[in-house]
C-alpha cells in the first residue's frame, strides 16, 4: 500500500472517530440525557458545567432532583433576578411546578461540575 494512501485512511479514521454518534460515554456538555420516561415520570440526568449556563427553559411539573455531585448554583430568571442554592451530594430536593414554569437557567457557580437526577412527575397536583 502507498503511504498518501495510509495517510489518508488515517486521517479519514481519526476524524470519523471524533464524529462518532455511537452511545458511549457522553460528554458532559450534552446536558439532558434521558433515562427513564413513561406516563407519570420523566427522568433525565443533566450535568452542569462551572460558568456554562444552561438555556433558559421552563419545566410543566414539579421535579425532584437528586445530587449525585452536588455544588453552589444560581437560578437566574429571564427577568434578571436570580436565587443561590448550595446541593448536597447525595442530598434530594423539591421543585414545584410554579418555580419551574418561571423561564430560567441554571449557572454553576463553582469549580467542578455538577451533576443531578432529575424526577418529573407528570401527575403530581
Known amino acids: 500500500m502507498k503511504l498518501p494512501l495510509i495517510r489518508s485512511a488515517i486521517a479519514a479514521a481519526i476524524l470519523m472517530a471524533g464524529t462518532s454518534t455511537l452511545p458511549s460515554q457522553p460528554s458532559p456538555q450534552t446536558g439532558r440525557i434521558p433515562q427513564f420516561e413513561n406516563s407519570d415520570v420523566s427522568v433525565w440526568k443533566t450535568t452542569i458545567l462551572p460558568n456554562l449556563p444552561l438555556t433558559m427553559h421552563t419545566h410543566e411539573h414539579p421535579r425532584v432532583i437528586v445530587a449525585l455531585a452536588g455544588g453552589d448554583i444560581k437560578i437566574v430568571t429571564e427577568s434578571g433576578s436570580s436565587e443561590a442554592q448550595h446541593w448536597d451530594t447525595g442530598k ?30 407528570k401527575n403530581a397536583h
Open 92 to 121: 434530594a430536593y423539591w421543585l414545584s411546578a410554579d418555580e419551574g414554569k418561571k423561564r430560567h437557567a441554571d449557572v454553576n457557580t463553582g469549580h467542578a461540575p455538577i451533576e443531578v437526577m432529575v424526577v418529573e412527575l
